[in-house]
């Protein structure tokens, strides 16, 4: 597990133009939440890369502006994605659990983001046959890495532990154009 490479091994190759697909690395302000905090999801904005044209990637994307309660609405954001791309509701435990380990991924994600750097920016959610992948994008200096030694029966500090345990490889991008960092996390989809 990586906290440093700014992708993920294997045949996804680097990232296009930025950490969230967006020339220069940038969210798009579309897809924010409107007024009584629903958000919409967005197509993306860049057109996708060869390998994820062929496999057919979603993206999802979430502005927190001005929003509060932002760890529910991330975890309901990312449950409404996994009912249209077919996830939820789970035909049986192995889906049940990997839709659960999202969940859980994304509530870590972003309740770090709001410990230890006041608050996420922005959530981004891409699919592809394999691969599903987090972005939670902040604005903190911090480096996320999970405690060591891991102690399992103190209370907190167990969350980037469960990223690394849950996920097959988690890292850090940092633009120099911009302050903050984005964390991504990546878990297998279901069979």
């Known amino acids: 597990m990586s ?22 690395g940038a969210v798009p302000a579309a897809g924010g ?17 060869p390998s994820d044209a ?10 927190f502006d001005d929003q509060s309660g932002v760890v529910p609405l991330a ?8 009912y249209e791309w077919g996830w939820l509701p789970a035909s049986g435990a192995d889906r049940r659990a990997a839709a659960e380990d999202v969940l859980l991924v994304v509530s870590e994600l ?7 750097a006041d608050g996420p920016d922005h959530l981004a959610i891409t699919c592809d046959r ?10 903190g200096t911090g480096q996320p890495a999970p405690r060591t030694p891991h102690q399992a029966g103190r209370p907190g500090g167990h969350g980037m532990f469960i990223v690394q345990r849950l996920c ?24």
């Open 3 to 24: 906290t440093t490479r700014p992708y993920s091994p294997g045949d996804r190759g680097p990232e296009p133009s930025g950490a969230s697909g967006t020339p220069g």
């Open 33 to 49: 939440a409107p007024e009584g905090g629903v958000a919409a999801p967005t197509a993306p904005t860049a057109p996708p890369a």
């Open 54 to 63: 062929s496999a057919g990637g979603m993206v999802r994307r979430l502005s």
């Open 75 to 82: 975890r309901d954001f990312t449950r409404q994605a996994l």
């Open 110 to 116: 972003v309740t770090n983001a709001c410990l230890h």
């Open 130 to 139: 394999k691969v599903i992948r987090l972005e939670v994008t902040d604005r």
């Open 168 to 191: 097959l490889d988690w890292g850090v991008v940092r633009s120099p154009e911009t302050p903050g960092k984005t964390v991504w996390a990546e878990l297998g989809t279901p069979a």
